[in-house]
Antibody, heavy 114, light 110 residues
Framework: QVQLQESGPGLVKPSETLSLTCTVS????????WSWVRQPPGKGLEWIGY???????NFNPSLKSRVTMSLDTSRNTFSMNLSSVTAADTAMYFC????????WGQGTRVTVAS | QSVLTQPPSASGAPGQRVTIPCAGA????????VYWYQQLPGRAPKLLIY???QRPSGVPDRFSGSKSGTSASLAVSGLRSEDEADYYC???????????FGGGTKLTVL
């Protein structure tokens, strides 16, 4: 059974770049899509974007100008960068498999504050 | 404002059947599958229903999904206390060119 685990800093300063990594165990990155979803405190889910094992990416139009994603097949990880963060980017960030989100990480809480 | 529309809350007594609706548009539910996720308090979401009405292995058959036109619904029968959770619908949106979510429905077992 595939397992996903997010990692990254819990606190990021405004205007800086948020970087998160998801480690995949129990399975390969191939041939799947790998997604990021976030959830602001007390609010609903928001799709951030996905990366295919081939490197193809697709991002939420509302975040597209600030998001990049990459993957490292040697480490079985994929990563996300979100630039120019503000308090509105404070959320729980989840990584998930596929565009249908059939497996999820437990999430990592990120706070944007000075 | 979520692209898919769900009521913020739903409730039912133990053993009862509850239905959670999800309303969309031609660009999402009208031409694409609906997915449902269950998020227990303090936990990550979990895939509950995929491709409109399919259950992943391990999901009880008390949970069922349906879709008609630009609307979908999740039914939970034989309500149990452990079903108290937030439920989200999602679908691919051709305009967004990505998945979109409903705002979530908090299910309370009375």
């Amino acid at each position: 059974q595939v397992q996903l685990q997010e990692s990254g800093p819990g606190l990021v300063k405004p205007s800086e770049t948020l970087s998160l990594t998801c480690t995949v165990s129990g399975g390969s990155l191939s041939p799947f899509y790998w997604s990021w979803v976030r959830q602001p405190p007390g609010k609903g889910l928001e799709w951030i974007g996905y990366i295919h094992y081939t490197g193809e990416t697709n991002f939420n139009p509302s975040l597209k100008s600030r998001v990049t994603m990459s993957l490292d097949t040697s480490r079985n990880t994929f990563s996300m960068n979100l630039s120019s963060v503000t308090a509105a980017d404070t959320a729980m960030y989840f990584c998930a498999r596929e565009r249908a989100f059939d497996s999820w990480g437990q999430g990592t809480r990120v706070t944007v504050a000075s | 404002q979520s692209v898919l529309t769900q009521p913020p809350s739903a409730s039912g007594a133990p053993g009862q059947r509850v239905t959670i609706p999800c309303a969309g548009a031609s660009s999402n539910l009208g031409g694409n599958y609906v997915y449902w996720y269950q998020q227990l308090p303090g936990r990550a979401p979990k895939l509950l229903i995929y491709q409109n009405n399919q259950r992943p292995s391990g999901v009880p058959d008390r949970f069922s999904g349906s879709k008609s036109g630009t609307s979908a619904s999740l039914a939970v029968s034989g309500l149990r206390s452990e079903d108290e959770a937030d439920y989200y619908c999602a679908a691919w949106d051709d305009s967004v060119r990505g998945p979109v979510f409903g705002g979530g429905t908090k299910l309370t077992v009375l």
